[in-house]
């Protein structure tokens, strides 16, 4: 079995001999095309320094071939690119004695110019006619795989995946069909084939379709579909999942109108993240305090007991995941009462007051929701009722809504391109093939959809064929054979002569007809309702029909008629509603009828139609009417109204209504109307005010003080009487938000100041998962504990999830946090992270992934070493820097056998800018190491190793920065060179530069807080007035920054300006061994010996 990185590296090698077989191609058509010329010049060559060869090389017996090497050196043409050679070239040369010499070229006697940096190409192999046995020679075998950091687009890695189930889309023939499950292994893609066969076999051949379905398979793999022939890959950058069909197995393609811009990543776990567990035991209860004291000169301003403290808790509790959710209200003022010797009551509900308990599991895959306990017949709470119900809905599971079923079949004869417009927008152009084609997914709006199919073949453009239909929709349609149910048993008062059962539907008719129907049964009675959902271009239609039977009222009949239509959204005409209902007075939804009831005749007619509209953009207006007419009374009630709204002026908009209106018993029409304004002087303060000019006048106002967020008052004043101006009412209130809780505090007055009330109201939530226990303002489904250690004990902690950039700082008591924005029944990736006022603080960051059932809680516990940071200077000398220079930083630590081990870590880089300074944050005591290449240092010439301790002070408890001595590495190349020398001469030398080991150290010169290096040292840090040159010594691949001036014309010029000591050395040693250079320099007179 191939490793990951196996893989990777034959995938690789495959892409490279595909791309050299298409480069020979490529070679070979133009040796082919262009003629040889024999060549008429020499071929231009360049000298390439050579070092000097202190010993002479072994000979080589059988020479192969001699190269020429030309007397002249021809300057290179612009267009030629010649790559510089990894090592100095050594030319060979024949001799007398069969043997081959080899000769160093020349040394130019002045600097080379810079060669310009060339893309390697194929270069001849200078001896073609050699063979050699390369069987002789056998390669270590490598274990490390050199492509291990490198991912190739498309390229398949299961690794990224965590083991498991994900709903991916799926696209067919390049256009998306639906969303399907897929099972991610260690070694293969996994699909059932159930499901596969209920979404693609509508769109095959069925004498294909009948023998590929013919398995007894219960999944196939993407490489068992590419043997069938079907072109399957799985795309991890997109994360979709691609089949091709050939025509013969599918002649009509699925064209998705409107597939969407769904951001699916939330539906995978992240590649590195953590996964987690709920707790087996996790609880939370969201509190709701709230006093009142209510003070009255009626009642010689006593205040009542039973209203000064009022809690409410709602509290979840997940058990092994079952949900169980129950609440209670603790009131013990009702429980006081002064009248009486002994006020407090020894009667506990007078204190507790229990609503009830229900609980509920989850069956992820059909998306349905088992309810037991105290149930009613509509699945509510109610503390008198137990019972147990089945409930399908899309938020309880993994199931997902069906989409629009409308499908319209286009035939295209000749290559063309097809465009769709719907209400005459265009929402779908291409160019497609001819071919049999269906367009599918749809985005309709509410209403009518005029749509056009427009064909206009690429050959004649001009013979257009349109293709028109007309559809309407409402959002409240299912999609064609998608189905919602509930289904309940139920025992009222635990009795179970009074057993309720009821069970309602909806189903997707057809894709413009949504029907559904309720059913309830009770010993004593049943009720019986038909709803339709008619969506046509002409507006939707919403009818219903109902019947009730019990022994007290017998039959009772319902019906109503609804119909409304609208405009679009730019368009004069807004929406037309007219509803028609009757209804007998025997008709009775409860099934719990009193056996006292009696039966009545007689039925209400019912009717209410309404239209809205604008004028221009500014003004809108209504109209609207009902009527209810009860057939034993003489006069029905009905009312008449109309409303408009005008925005004056920029920020201040007016609006009124006007009413007609009469009721039973009343033979004269009543008129009232209202005028209201809103007016915005600032984002954060508003006023609006209202009057009916007669009795009922209200004025209220908003402001956010200081433009907080958080906070809120709000002043107001109502039932105003201008005849007696304190005869009102007014209050006051003052609300705040915070992530713990939110407090509300509220003051009324009323009748003339005789009557005050003081209110106030608490909010906060409680979690309990994992022995941890934490605090926020609100929990709504799920929550995850984090309680830090270590460095980032004590700290806050933010929470973010993942493809959002807005984190969400966490409340904490007791040292643990709580948060609360997770999803139910999706995979919610999380990011979790230390935050401060400070960014030098110690903090790390940890990334976990979760899918979480109703009601469940999480608890982790991160820890983090205590962190510093580290700046310092890197020059190459005193004028110039390493600019823009990187390199890995290693921790070094001694292994279990006391040997010393570099250790990566990837976080820490170390990267300067241009002026070589650089600032390295998150970085533990201990002992460092870092490498650097010295200036003018070859190809062959290894780096300095460069080590640093942090060894912080252990009572410091504010982030420390710890400030390097500044490396000159032209100082230290200098001072290794002058030890050499000495060593050379047989000096002693006292401290070297080097250690025993062959360390470089680099001293901390000073250790500071983060205020005192922002405000002290980073300002005066050394900045370099320099200008930029590329560096042509081939070693690093950097930008030198050199101050600007005249550049030395020769090279004992720059070493003379440059490095004055080694050139001083170099003197004294010519001074030291010339007596021994002119005692073997032959003399003038001295010719060799003649051997023959």
């Excluded at 009131?331 to 407090?344: C, F, I, K, M, V």
């Excluded at 304004?677 to 209200?698: G, K």
């Excluded at 039932?719 to 009412?729: E, G, K, V």
């Excluded at 005050?756 to 605090?775: E, K, Q």
Aim: proline content about 6%; hydrophobic content about 35%; glycine content about 6%.
């Amino acid at each position: 079995m191939m490793t990951v990185g196996k893989k990777r590296l034959i995938s690789i090698l495959v892409i490279l001999l595909i791309y050299m077989i298409v480069l020979l191609a490529v070679i070979s058509f133009r040796t082919i095309a262009e003629p040889e010329v024999p060549p008429t010049e020499p071929i231009a060559t360049v000298e390439i320094e050579a070092p000097h060869i202190e010993e002479a090389p072994s000979p080589i017996a059988e020479p192969v071939q001699s190269i020429e090497i030309p007397e002249t050196i021809e300057n290179i043409p612009a267009e030629v690119e010649v790559p510089e050679p990894a090592e100095p070239v050594l030319v060979t040369t024949p001799v007398d004695n069969g043997e081959l010499e080899i000769v160093p070229t020349t040394t130019p006697e002045s600097e080379p110019e810079p060669v310009q940096e060339v893309v390697d190409e194929p270069v001849p192999t200078p001896f073609p006619d050699e063979s050699t046995d390369w069987t002789e020679f056998e390669e270590p075998i490598v274990e490390e795989d050199p492509w291990a950091e490198f991912y190739v687009a498309g390229e398949e890695d299961l690794s990224i995946f965590e083991d498991g189930t994900y709903y991916v889309p799926l696209l067919v023939n390049d256009e998306y069909l639906t969303d399907i499950n897929v099972t991610f292994t260690q070694e293969h893609l996994l699909i059932e084939v159930l499901e596969f066969r209920t979404i693609i076999s509508d769109l095959l051949v069925d004498s294909f379709e009948e023998e590929f379905f013919n398995t007894t398979l219960e999944f196939f793999s993407l490489e068992y579909l590419n043997e069938q022939g079907i072109d399957t890959w799985y795309d991890y950058q997109t994360f979709e999942l691609h089949m091709n069909f050939p025509t013969w197995m599918m002649p009509t393609r699925i064209l998705s109108i409107n597939r969407g811009n769904i951001a699916r990543y939330s539906s995978y776990s992240m590649s590195g993240s953590m996964p987690i567990e709920p707790a087996r035991f996790s609880w939370f209860t969201n509190l709701s305090m709230f006093s009142l004291v209510d003070l009255n000169e009626a009642d010689n301003w006593q205040i009542d007991p039973s209203s000064l403290f009022t809690m409410q808790a709602q509290n979840s509790i997940s058990l092994f995941d079952v949900a169980f959710d129950f609440s209670y209200t603790f009131h013990p003022g009702r429980a006081y009462d002064q009248t009486l010797s002994n006020p407090w009551s020894t009667s506990t509900d007078d204190y507790l007051t229990f609503q009830g308990i229900q609980g509920f599991y989850d069956f992820k895959p059909k998306s349905l929701r088992l309810i037991f306990g105290n149930v009613n017949d509509y699945l509510g709470y109610s503390t008198d009722s137990i019972g147990i119900a089945l409930e399908k809905r899309y938020a309880y599971g993994d199931a997902t809504p069906k989409t629009h079923q409308f499908e319209y079949e286009v035939v295209v004869e000749e290559p063309s391109t097809v465009e769709v417009f719907i209400n005459e927008r265009s929402v779908y152009r291409r160019e497609l093939q001819a071919g049999i084609y269906k367009l599918r997914d749809f985005a309709f709006t509410q209403g009518a959809n005029s749509a056009k199919v427009v064909i206009s073949p690429l050959a004649n453009p001009t013979m257009v064929e349109e293709l028109d239909f007309l559809l309407g929709y409402d959002s409240r349609l299912l999609a064609k054979d998608d189905t919602l149910y509930s289904l309940s048993l139920t025992f009222p008062e635990y009795n179970i002569g009074k057993t309720t059962f009821r069970v309602n539907q909806q189903l997707g008719l057809t894709n413009t007809i949504t029907g559904s129907y309720a059913l309830a049964l009770s010993p004593t009675a049943v009720t019986l309702g038909l709803t339709g959902l008619f969506a046509s271009p002409w507006g939707s239609f919403d009818t219903l029909l109902g019947a009730s039977y019990s022994g007290p009222l017998a039959l009772g009949l319902t019906s109503k008629v609804n119909y409304r239509i609208a405009g679009p959204e730019d368009s004069s005409f807004g929406s037309f509603d007219f509803s028609l209902g009757l209804e007998s007075r025997n008709y009775n939804s409860s099934l719990n009828v009193d056996s006292s009831t009696t039966a009545a005749s007689g039925e209400t007619w019912s009717a209410t139609t309404s239209y809205s509209g604008s004028i221009g953009e500014f003004f809108r207006y209504s109209l609207g009417a009902s009527l209810s007419w009860l057939s034993s009374d003489s006069n029905p009630n009905w009312r008449l109204t109309a409303s408009t709204g005008i925005p004056l002026i920029p920020n201040m908009s007016v609006s009124g209504s006007i009413s007609l209106y009469a009721s039973t018993g009343v033979s004269t029409p009543q008129v009232r109307g209202q005028i209201g304004m809103n007016y915005a002087f600032t984002p954060n303060l508003s006023m609006s005010a209202s009057t009916d000019l007669e009795t009922s006048t209200y004025a209220s106002a908003s402001w956010r003080p200081f433009g907080s967020q958080n906070d809120n008052m709000q002043f107001s004043f109502s039932s105003i009487d201008f005849a007696d101006p304190l005869n009102h009412q007014g209050s006051i209130s003052y609300s705040h938000s915070d992530t713990a809780y939110g407090l509300s505090v509220r003051q009324q007055y009323s009748d003339r100041f005789t009557r005050f009330s003081t209110s106030l109201s608490l909010n906060t939530a409680f979690g309990y998962a994992g022995g941890l226990f934490g605090m926020t303002r609100s929990v709504g489904d799920n929550f995850l504990l984090v309680k830090p250690s270590g460095a980032m004990k004590g700290g806050d902690i933010a929470v973010t999830r993942t493809m959002t950039s807005e984190p969400s700082a966490l409340p904490s008591l007791f040292g643990v946090s709580m948060y609360t924005g997770i999803t139910t029944h999706q995979q919610n990736n999380v990011v979790v992270y230390g935050i401060g006022d400070s960014m030098l603080n110690s903090s790390g960051s940890y990334i976990y992934n979760f899918l979480p059932r109703p009601r469940q809680g999480y608890a982790v516990r991160i820890e983090s070493e205590a962190t510093f940071s580290i700046v310092g200077t890197l020059l190459r000398s005193p004028a110039a820097a390493y600019s823009r220079y990187t390199t890995d930083l290693y921790r070094v630590v001694d292994n279990d056998a006391g040997e010393e081990e570099l250790v990566f870590d990837e976080t820490l880089y170390l990267f300067t800018d241009e002026n070589g300074f650089f600032f390295l944050s998150g970085v533990a005591a201990g002992e460092y190491q870092f490498s650097l290449f010295l200036p003018e240092s070859s190809d062959e010439d290894p780096p300095i190793d460069i080590r640093f301790v942090i060894s912080p002070d252990p009572k410091e408890k504010d982030p420390q920065v710890f400030v390097l001595e500044t490396f000159v590495a032209s100082a230290i190349s200098e001072a290794l060179e002058q030890e050499l020398f000495a060593d050379l001469m047989g000096n002693e030398v006292e401290e070297r530069i080097l250690d025993e080991n062959g360390y470089y150290w680099m001293e901390v010169l000073e250790v500071m807080d983060e205020l005192e290096f922002w405000d002290t040292y980073y300002p005066s840090r050394q900045v370099l007035d320099s200008v930029t040159v590329q560096d042509q010594t081939g070693t690093d691949s950097i930008v030198e920054f050199i101050s600007p001036g005249a550049a030395p014309t020769t090279a004992l010029e720059r070493m003379a300006r440059e490095k004055e000591q080694q050139l001083f050395n170099l003197a004294r040693l010519r001074s030291i061994i010339k007596p021994y250079l002119d005692a073997i320099d032959p003399k003038p007179e001295w010719k060799p010996l003649d051997r023959y």
